[in-house]
């Protein structure tokens, strides 16, 4: 195992412990197709970043956005659209209990929910008029005190004959629309109507509401469609970014909007799908089963968290909190078999990655495995930002950098994107999962690279000290990834900022 004084590499990856003897496993072939979408990506055009259609705002709004938990026909597999025949399952109710408690701690000064008013509720809640969103609603406002808002516009996307049907009769019955629907969701067309692109407007037209309430935490209960409308429309992404951000049963997502001199805000996710269950178990991506992983880790709080200046930077050891988020994040990564840990090579994130190998290797021990795992880590130097940038980007700060360094570390983290997707195909195994522990300043601007985003959208995205960001590959490394999760914190428990806390607050916490 690595000293974690051990120098800096020179350049490259550097491999921290022993690899097996004899014959390596062969390449995966679509090594090939990887090297093919970097030259298609970089003479593929761009995606414009659109403007977002967002009122001026005067103080600082959070908007958290909730999706219903599991329905009837999320159970039977039924198409539903915006029809409002589903009610929660035993297990949605329990994901939404869930959510309440994972929300308990947070205040909210207003909640948009159902058509239906009580007088029991005080506070105020946006939700969809829809039954499954608005019970959802009920259970995680549960005693809060003020009325709940209906918003019509917050319904799931209009299907118009798709709905009610299985997903095998709508393939059976609608051929090429169906097909059109899986493959190109941007372009689907029915019933004369482009469903996805209506959703676009109807988002836009949501936020203009929702942020013009003078409350400045918001809660807005939803559906999986439209809650990915609304973080797409708010960091200006567009209709084919459609099922790329994955929301899931009770997922919760958190936008933060911040007022500027003048125009629109500025808006940054600051988490994506955090979700009742853990984000790391094996299975689907959006209904499609994936089998490749990249888990990007953010390494624990250091000393210089505490401190105004040059926080989070990694080139002292962590702290105690952010010992205990490193081993927090080594036990929830324990229900993922990992093949890879790549790392940058400053003590932080070298600490966080041993603690994950070593809860990974103890597996059997653990009752997690019937045998130990073996992990192979090593360093690479494109992972490290701290000889690039003096401080730490928030997403509010990137404007104020240079061109040359922003240049600069956007060409580093690319070629640190290619090496994770390279690793992730660096073995005949069907299924791998790769980890990259490094500093958040360069997760942000490696989940811009998967998302195929440019310079502009680098203040579009905030990360924690301790949280991790999963990306799936259904169709492949050589193919358009799903984002699972960004800045998941749920596992730190107590050690973790609540959702709804100011970022002016957070050093103080």
Known sequence: MLSVASPPVAGGSLHINRKRSGPQPPVWASLQEIERLRIDKDVRQKPRRMVPEIPAIRVAKRVVLVRHGQSTWN??????????????????????????????????????????IDEKWAFECFASPLARSKRTAEIIWGSRMEEM???????EIDLYSFQGLLKHEGKAKFGDAYRQWQINAANFTIDG???????WDRAKSCWNKILAH?????????????????????????????????????????????????????VSLNRLNQTPNPPIAAGGSGGRKTSKRIVLVCHGATQSNNEVTFPNMGYEPMNMLGVIQSQKTAELLLDMKIACILTSSQIASVDTAVAISEVQEAADCLGADCIPRYVEMKKLQDLEVEPTLQQPCTPDSWDSLNKATVTKLWNQSKKAWGALLEELCADSEPERNVVAVGNSTLHVALICHCLNLTTEWLGAFHLDSGSITVIDFPDGPARQAVIRCINYTAHLGRWSIPITRSMASDEEF
């Open 75 to 116: 159970e039977e597999g039924r198409i539903q659209g915006s029809s409002d025949f589903a009610v929660l399952t035993p297990k949605g109710e329990s994901q939404a209990e869930t959510s309440r408690q994972m929300l308990l701690g947070d205040s909210f000064d207003v909640c948009f929910t159902s058509f239906v």
């Open 214 to 266: 003078e409350g400045n935490s918001v809660l807005v209960v939803a559906h999986n469609a439209v809650n990915q409308a609304l973080v797409a429309a708010a960091i200006g992404l567009g209709t084919e970014y459609f099922r790329i951000l994955l929301q899931s049963n009770c997922g919760v997502s958190v936008v933060d909007f911040n007022p500027q001199p003048r125009g629109n805000p500025h």
């Open 193 to 199: 109507h482009y469903p996805v692109r209506e959703l």
């Open 149 to 155: 808002i209906p918003e019509h516009d917050l319904r």
